[in-house]
DNA sequence: GTTCGCGCAAATATACATTTTTTGTTGCTT
DNA sequence: AAGCAACAAAAAATGTATATTTGCGCGAAC
């Protein structure tokens, strides 16, 4: 059929995107159109282009006559996301174990099989297993929530997912002291295939709160930590 | 003294995005770039930047080499679209009433007595007053949740009613029978500034499923009621 | 009747010009 | 002498024009 050559433009877009999830560009940072054409090896235009594309993700913000720059962090910020996401990833995962059948339930399966290979790899950010674990905990999330009929609420779930995973990557190796990731994955993958929709929600808010609460406690380069030097 | 220059870009954008509210341009229709150029008298980069935003706001989707096309619609779009807004307003609504001040009362006040004096000039679209009313009644309504402290909710909010906005200005004048749209809001704001919140969120969701029923029972141009959304 | 190839139209990418912002310097005032 | 203001130069973002690539359709050949 037609090969499918995904314009530069929207690679562009892809790298730049993993590339803030990452960190690679600190919160607030200035995106300088010429130093990412020489990193990307791209023209200004499909970099201005990718650039506000995520403006509408809420990753970059654009400020008219004077560039882009990374969406600061707070920790303000991650209370009110978590808050909102907690109910959003609730309400998906409700509907996706109503409706899903046994196809969704072997995909779970078979995620959780993906991530649990890695363990906890996630603990030593820069090693490309990190960047493989982040990618298949992504990837078993989407699996619970895929049998929601609604695709309004996963479109936003995504948008949010996307956001946390920000701040995930974001902090160092966090403290994860007398936490059991993979555990929390196995019940939660548990209680979803058997169908206790409630125990589900319950795993499920206190995994994401859980996660939360250790980046609010970790010494991640919050925006407000370093207002009192340049006052904006 | 910065004379706030708004980029030619923003500018584009904004019109683009009242032009695809307005449904100036139908659903599914190819949003060919030279056209619009001439249009807007902007050029073909200012275009594709404006259009690359629409895309994250799902207004417009890029189809890769083929370029950019108008969202389309569809029954189940709106019905999921409603579920989801319903479910977003009454959780704004309800932060709002806990938290606003006496400023946030005036502000509905003043917003809900603009929108009387217009009563139901919706009726005629077309008209230069249907343009006025629509741009007050997104002012009321945003007036009532402005007062949610979570920002996140707030941003989603906004999405969801930038959405059902577009599906209100697509049906011709809709049968409205029976309907005191004007009282609807009356009740609302009453019961909001009142703080009656279990009052107010009742109220707000008969408001959204009522508006969303009549427009389900129009003739909408509907697009086949194809499933052709992918919230990816 | 199907398939291959040529040509046109449109989207994408790049190079260039313009405008705006920022920064660094000079000179004047306190 | 130190600090502020105005000015000038440089850097960076915005906007335009142009070249390249890709997709689509028509027509001819097999």
Known sequence: MTTVHKSLTARTCDRLRMAVIESRYAPG????????CRDLQASSGAVREALSRLTAEGLVIAEPQRGF???????RDLTDLTEVRIDIELRCLHQSI???????EAAIIAARHRLGSLRNAFLTPGAPEAQTWHQLHAAFHDALAAACPNRWWLRLRQQLYVQ??????????????????HAEHEALAEAVVGRDAARAETLMRDHLTRTTDILLGSRMPFAEDAEARSPA
């Open 69 to 75: 720059v990374v969406a600061p962090i707070s920790r």
């Open 164 to 181: 946390s995973e920000r701040y995930r990557r974001l902090s160092g190796p966090a403290d994860e002291t007398g936490r059991d990731v």
């Open 98 to 104: 109503l409706h899903g059948d046994m196809e969704w």
């Open 29 to 36: 940072e200035r995106l300088r159109i010429e130093e990412i």
